[in-house]
Structures are given as structure tokens and as C-alpha cells.
């Protein structure tokens, strides 16, 4: 079967990698590197950052059961200030690739875990802080035939449900679709299901895998 859909992740796909702006926040706060990370992967399913990119909590809960987390791991971090650092910055290349694909005929849908907006200051589906940068986000996410957002869904990846809601709303088959991402475990039920899936470890690497999928040039 032949391929007529591309599925990108927003967050380290079409932006830079949230992780990034996280081993900063470590470095200024002196916590051991990739802390967040270790914070996010303990309970992974039912942890608060789980709970929060399903809308089933508020900002303020989760600013409060994330420091508990951190806490529990020996360190103190409260989550309001991982949300102030996540929106990473748009890769332009990656937005070119986007408007190629669509006059080559490529579907292109996006499938993002994101958190609500909320009185600490996210704006959007990029959770950015700023009413520009937010402005910026729409104006990709325009560009995506579906997008499929976790804090509206009410699922998260890597649950199998939420590629398969993608596939449906669209009419394709697994089959057809490539699927990026920049975590390796929300690649993994997008390959069980049948899609070719890319982990993305950066913008030039991600193009040039895509290229050679499709067999076109991209940026």
C-alpha cells in the first residue's frame, strides 16, 4: 500500500525538543540532568503530567502533584516551572516540508500531547506563553488537514486509540501513513498499527528520513 499520509508530533518535531529547555531549567537549578524526564517516566500512565495532557486536572493540581513527584525523587521543582519552559522554537525547515508536502498531494495530520490552557499563561496547542508565539503555532496547525490534541481528546499517546482516531477522521489505513515523532515509545504502537515511523532526533534528520520514505525532496 501506498503512502498518502504524513502524521507529525508538534513538540521536538515541528518545534525544537521540549527536553532541551528542560536540561536547561536542571542546569539552573542545579538538579541532576534529565530529572524532568525521570519526574514524567516514574508512573508514566497515572503521574501527573499523564493526568494533565488528558484535562483531568487543572494547571494548579498539577503544579502541586508534580513538585510532590520531584520531591519523592529527592529534588524540589514545582511543575509551574516546567510549563513556563516547554514551547520550544519553531524549525522553519520543518514548516517548509509541511507546505511541499501538501502541493506534492501528502495528507499531512498532526497528533500532539498537550496540556489545556489555563491561568498560568499557556496559550494554544504549542503551549506557549506569549500571544505572538501562540499566533505563530495556529498558523502552522492551519496548515494540518486534522490535528488531535490530548487535552481535548481525553487520550494521550502512546495509547494505541489515538493513532486510530487519526486514521479514521482521515479515511487511511495505517498503512499509508508515516508517522514522526521525537519519542521513541510514541513510535512504537504507531509501527504495531502499520505505520512507518520515524523517531526524530532532529530537523535535518527527520526531513531526510522523510525524503527518502516518500521519495521526495524536502528542505
Known sequence: MSITTVIFDFGGVITASPFEAFNRLEAERGLPHDFVRRVNAANPDDNAWAKFERAEIDAATFDTLFADEARALGHELRGEAVLA??????????????????????????ITNNVPGSKMGIKGAGMTRSEQAAQEVARIMARFEHVIESSKAGVRKPDPAIYLMMCETLGVAPAECVYLDDLGIN???AAALGMHAI?????????????????IALP
Open 187 to 189: 513510535c512504537k504502537p
Open 199 to 215: 523517531k526524530v532526533t532532529s530537523g535535518e534528520q527527520a526531513l531526510a528520513d522523510l525524503s527518502a520514505v516518500l521519495g
Open 85 to 110: 519552559v516547554i514551547a520550544g522554537a519553531v524549525r522553519p525547515d520543518m514548516v517548509t516540508a509541511l507546505d511541499t508536502l501538501k502541493a506534492t498531494g501528502f495528507r499531512i495530520g498532526c
